[in-house]
């Protein structure tokens, strides 16, 4: 009913907020857009393929009546059970876990999680009721997923992962929709982990802890990765006891957002668990390479991401802590070898500070990169900045400065604006005896750039471990397996 504010006047929401259709919010983007392609400035397309909109309302919802009017603890357990997490630190899965999170080491988006996760869990089901019932077996079944930094997606793939199991062990007849419950245990991964700017790990885990909390794990476990055990601990705690997460249910339900995105996973999944099963099943399919030849064009495609920066790893791709030269860092145990590659992003990256940090030890001094900036205030600082993270990145000592006259470095990068860089140039490199590179792609200049003695350019096309690589060799570094 109507509320009276401080000084009298009556509020009434629901006529002082009417309702705003879809089309006329459309409208007023449309507008604000100014012709340019709705689909290439607000929707995002996910490494998994899903087309995810600007915004999302209550028509997106339209027809999951049988996902939303759901109580926790409820078939088809989309809402989880209603209960707390165990923190589980300590916990290693059983050896006859179904292990969805080694196909997420191995390269596997969310979907190829899922689809081939549930196909490994039905095999396994399969094989348990052919002497035993299946509401006897299916809860004895434990499932571990990993969750990734896609933090609206991981929260969402739990959710989908227990109405697909839901729908599997259904097939197979259980008396008590109880058995058709999902056991998830969920850990943080390692492959989106580095040895460099290792606090940086910390920060992934709890981002990484939030969506299993949210997503509704039944046990957690978040791995320390070259950070002291305790503080990953102490993330599930702060979770519970400052955060009082434990004391909601299904946090995310009702969202538009994660409801629809549950949704378009679970599709998808249960479609490539369809074709899973045409191929004979999760075993035959991992046997005759099927999956592993689809992971590896995952992997393949967020390595070149990642190369390219399109996506940033932080203190690794990006936004590297030059003063880092060695870390002291402790791994956790690597699950043994297997038929899935279990391979993280950051290795390219580390093998090249490795390599840099190794010519220092047998030369005495790391490689010195000068960013030599003039004229134009805004983009001598913007291509200063972007050449400091890029080559930072490789573990070179970084100098900003205006005068190149009596350096020390080992490689001189212009940074300027293009209609200043022949001048710059043509003063510049007849007077060092160094590599000068440039800043920037000022593809009408390269020609006459090149003549003037600049030997590269840095530039967003880029590719990160290729660039860096080759000039790892023409410094004369040797090179490391």
Request: hydrophobic share 40%; aromatic share 8%; net charge negative.
């Amino acid at each position: 009913m109507p509320e009276a504010d401080a000084g009298g006047e009556i509020l009434n929401l629901s006529a002082d907020f009417p309702p705003v259709s879809t089309e006329t919010w459309e409208a007023v983007i449309a507008k604000d857009l100014k012709g340019a392609d709705y689909e290439k400035k607000l929707v995002w397309r996910s490494e998994e393929g899903l087309d995810i909109r600007p915004y999302y309302r209550q028509e997106a919802l339209a027809e999951l009546a049988d996902q939303l009017r759901v109580a926790p603890g409820r078939y088809p357990f989309v809402r989880g059970t209603g209960r707390s997490w165990e923190i589980a630190q300590n916990a290693k899965p059983g050896p006859k876990a179904v292990r969805a999170d080694l196909l997420h080491e191995a390269g596997a988006h969310a979907i190829q999680e899922l689809g081939y996760g549930i196909a490994a869990g039905v095999e396994r089901l399969a094989a348990l009721t052919a002497t035993l019932p299946v509401d006897t077996v299916a809860p004895q079944i434990e499932f571990v997923f990993a969750v990734g930094p896609s933090y609206f997606i991981e929260i969402a793939k739990l959710r989908a992962a227990r109405i697909l199991w839901a729908q599997a062990v259904t097939a197979f007849g259980p008396q008590d929709d109880s058995a058709c419950r999902m056991r998830l245990h969920v850990r943080t991964p390692q492959r989106n982990k580095s040895a460099y700017d290792r606090y940086t790990n910390l920060l992934r885990v709890t981002t990484e802890a939030l969506s299993a909390v949210v997503g509704g794990c039944d046990q957690l476990t978040v791995e320390p990765f070259a950070f002291d055990a305790h503080l990953a601990l102490n993330v599930q705690r702060i979770l519970k006891e400052e955060s009082h997460l434990d004391a909601v249910a299904d946090a995310a339900g009702g969202s538009y957002y994660i409801e629809a995105l549950t949704d378009s996973l679970a599709r998808e999944a249960w479609k490539l668990f369809q074709q899973t099963e045409s191929e004979g099943g999760y075993a035959k399919a991992l046997a005759s390479g099927s999956i592993g030849k689809a992971l590896a064009e995952t992997r393949a495609a967020r390595a070149k991401a990642y190369s390219a920066r399109r996506r940033a790893l932080v203190g690794v791709n990006n936004y590297p802590n030059v003063e880092e030269k060695t870390p002291e860092a402790e791994f956790p145990e690597a699950e043994p070898a297997g038929p899935l590659p279990q391979v993280r992003l950051a290795e390219p990256f580390e093998k090249i500070r490795r390599r840099t940090t190794e010519h220092a030890r047998a030369s005495g001094r790391y490689p010195k990169v000068l960013l030599l900036k003039r004229g134009d205030v805004k983009m001598k600082g913007a291509r200063s900045n972007f050449c400091f993270n890029f080559f930072g990145c490789a573990g070179f000592d970084m100098v900003e400065a205006e005068e190149y006259r009596g350096t020390d470095a080992d490689l001189i990068i212009l940074c300027s604006s293009d209609a200043e860089y022949l001048a710059f140039a043509q003063e510049v490199c007849p007077n060092v005896k160094v590599p000068v590179l440039l800043a920037g792609n000022p593809k009408e200049q390269i020609e006459a750039l090149q003549a003037a003695g600049v030997q590269g350019f840095i530039h967003m096309f880029s590719d990160a471990i290729q660039t860096l690589t080759q000039w790892q060799d023409k410094l004369g570094m040797r090179s490391t397996q």
